[in-house]
């Protein structure tokens, strides 16, 4: 019996997803490049294919109701990779009854100058990731309004969460330092407001734009927790919860460059530097509105996140 819903990719949205989808009763399956399965809910099918080939997404995506597409190139190769790769998942779903829902971030605006960013902004990107993720995502809508399927985007800030998060700027730099009673690896002017999206409330409200018909042809942004949080603030939440004193560091644009000497991941987050030396505050009260979600409040998505990362230990 084929699944209803299918979600490309398994990283930390992704299993955010199906642990959402889980909860609900649905049927699910998973779609990564190596069939890997690790920490996956019993019950859901896991299943390798290669997502650049629209053949293949047709295959693994037969009869699904809802396809979440939170797959995607190493973060080194999203310039060459990315546009063929959603392409490709939008011709493999063409012509079937499946809604594609996207998983986005907030890099297509570009810089705001601190303004709260909204739904209605123009794709207005300067940088080479943050142009890319503006084409692919108007192709999607463009593909909406000529009726070859039907599109729907969530779009969320730099995440928090269980799962890892080796690259995101308050992820696993941020806690297993704090757990050893080292300081946290920040970015940029850590005492400025910048909205965090916990990766649970992610999952939960791009299901929820799976199951909307008015969320059809739209972007929405998904609901953060107090969302003008400066890194430092939450660094203190951190710590608080771990019953620790707070330590942190910050790397500015200069020290990200000389990492970028050495490490590919950090040469390529030069470029998005700019959401860490001004305000970078996102405006999720469309969703809100629309949909009745709340985002889980921050000091309980914290005690959970440190909770993950307590009982998975950092691999040496």
Request: hydrophobic share 40%; glycine share 10%; charged share 25%.
């Amino acid at each position: 019996m084929p699944a209803n819903h299918i979600v490309l990719g398994t990283g930390a949205i992704g299993r955010a997803i199906v642990e959402e989808l889980v909860k609900r009763g649905a049927s699910v399956r998973m779609v990564n490049r190596s069939g890997w399965t690790n920490e996956i809910p019993a019950g859901v099918e896991v299943v390798a294919a290669d997502l650049f080939d629209p053949s293949k997404v047709r295959e693994v995506t037969s009869g699904a109701k809802v396809v979440y597409q939170c797959s995607q190139p190493a973060y080194t190769r999203w310039v060459e990779e990315f546009p063929a790769l959603q392409k490709s998942i939008i011709d493999g779903l063409t012509g079937s009854n499946a809604k594609l829902v996207l998983v986005e971030n907030l890099y297509m605006y570009g810089e705001t100058n601190g303004k709260p960013i909204t739904e209605d902004l123009p794709c207005n990107a300067h940088t080479r990731k943050g142009k890319v993720r503006g084409e692919i995502s108007q192709s999607a809508f463009e593909a909406h309004r000529a009726g070859r399927l039907r599109v729907t985007s969530g779009r969320g800030s730099d995440f928090f969460g269980p799962w890892g998060l080796s690259t995101a700027a308050m992820g696993e730099r941020t806690f297993y330092p704090m757990l050893k009673g080292k300081p946290a690896g920040l970015v940029g002017n850590i005492d400025l407001p910048h909205t965090h999206t916990y990766v649970r409330d992610f999952g939960r409200a791009l299901v929820i734009l799976g199951e909307r018909d008015e969320a059809d042809g739209q972007a929405w942004h998904v609901p953060n927790d107090n969302p003008r949080v400066t890194q430092r603030e939450m660094a203190k939440m951190i710590a608080e919860e771990m019953g620790i004193e707070p330590k942190m560091s910050a790397m500015g644009r200069g020290m990200m460059w000389m990492g970028g000497l050495f490490i590919p991941e950090a040469k390529e987050t030069l470029e998005m530097m700019y959401e860490f030396e001004q305000p970078f505050i996102v405006d999720s009260s469309k969703f809100e509105t629309t949909f009745g979600m709340e985002a889980t409040p921050m000091a309980e998505a914290i005690r959970e996140t440190v909770a993950w990362y307590k009982s998975h230990p950092q691999k040496k």
